[in-house]
């Protein structure tokens, strides 16, 4: 039976950080404790994949590799890779992340501190083969990542034949002398997902759960499509047959994501490894694993690559057979589904069938008509997502009249409170949810120059809003554990727990 429990939605990179991104260092451990301390069981971040050009992180170069600009450069010098002395800091108190002269920025010290690792390499060796023992796709990354540099990241369908065909036969190229920087890209995924350890293991020490994101699809220019190529539907000449997207519906004429399609078939007789391999690798660090566009798995829309979206079709998804070996490959693992609109009993179905809760979003039911209606229990409640406007940005869109029965709506029910959201984050909280994911913004009550992502848009503010510092949301969160506690989502024993460790 699950309990009645509480979370939080604050991207990594959205954490207040000392070189340009929340990353793996210590700013994150000081915001773990500020959750946990605040009562949330939960805090979920998002994909730290290998991102490209968009720095969207739901569009990456790989399903494993980490993003090294999550790399905290301080914690280099703990383990004798820099000297602290040599480090200073870049963009520390901006509420925006500059990924391109973040990464230039680190850059430079991963280069300084890989010089280090590498004449001392017999001080690491044990702890970097180990590592690199379990990264079963390690090698297939470091060359992919290697030839792309080459190649001035231009998408690997556009290198040159032997490069480009490398999987299909690799003595064309001699990697001999590229194995400087081979090591160099397996050092980066070595501290990348040491520090990551270190990070999830502690938030586990203070009872929280870190929950993460598994997409359905993965990019067509990624190191798995390249290197695995029957894996999908593509033609001969290595590019898609079909991609992913879904229909014209009242709102839009059908959307392309561009995303090749699934040999399944050929995935079925290989006994779904790939899939396999995605969950096991991502619940090494998280526990709780959020399927993007679940509703696939009944049904996806299937459209020609050189197609609009609205001359696609419906074709039957891997259903039941798929997500018994995932539960069976991760059987300590928690998953939810993000199944956003009307998609039918056959989702309903698979969600019942695995007790896969799925989503609702308070945010999208702004109207006093729609939150007189109970959610369910065993679902997942957001406030907002990384897509969605902020509570206070939405309300602040509304009309006088809106507002005012908005106002009456909340009041009638006992919140009070002269802040918008200090109504709405609580009235989340009190719903009969098994779980309320609240958004940092929310729980502050930010507005529109917050928004992570305007969905549908090429906008360089997407994926780039950072707290700027710790001075003005602890007394947000502070504010926000007495909701926790007065809608019984606390965990009960804490208290307890820490008498009997001062004891």
Known sequence: MTKRRAGLLLPMFSVPANQGIGDLGQKTIRMIDEIAAAGYKIWEILPLQMTGVSHSPYQTLSSFAGDPIYINIDRLSEIGLLTQSSIVNCNKFKDVVYYDEVRAFKETYFRKAFRVFR?????????FEKFASEAFWLKDWCIYALFKSLYDNVAWIDWEEEYRDYPLDPSNIDLKEHQNELFYQAFLQFIFYKQLD???????????????????????????????RARFLLGENGRPSFVAGCPPDTLTKGQR?????????????????????????????????????????????????DKDPKQGRWVKGPGQELLEILIRTCPHTEWAAEDIGDFGKGVDSLEEQFHIPGMEILIDHLDTKSLKKPFKKDIILYSGTYDSPTCEEEYGECD??????????FKKRGYNAR???DMFCPFALDSDADTVILTMQDVCGYKGQTRINVTGTVDEKNWTWKLKDFKTFPAEMEKSKQWIERSGRADQNTEKEIQLDIE
């Open 257 to 305: 994501w561009d995303m090749p399609l699934y040999n399944f078939k050929a995935q079925a007789a290989e006994g779904y490894r790939f899939w396999k391999d995605r969950a096991s690798w991502l619940s090494r660090n998280f526990d709780i694993l959020r399927i993007d566009h679940f509703r696939a798995f009944d049904k996806y829309w299937r459209i020609p690559a």
């Open 198 to 228: 270190e990070v999830t293991e502690y938030a586990h020490s203070k009872g929280l759960m870190i929950m993460n994101d598994m997409p359905f699809y993965v990019d067509y220019d990624s190191a798995e499509v390249w290197m695995n």
């Open 119 to 127: 004449k001392n390499f017999e001080m690491y060796k044990e702890e």
């Open 400 to 409: 006088g009249n809106k507002r005012i029965s908005l106002r009456r709506f």
């Open 419 to 421: 802040a918008f959201h």
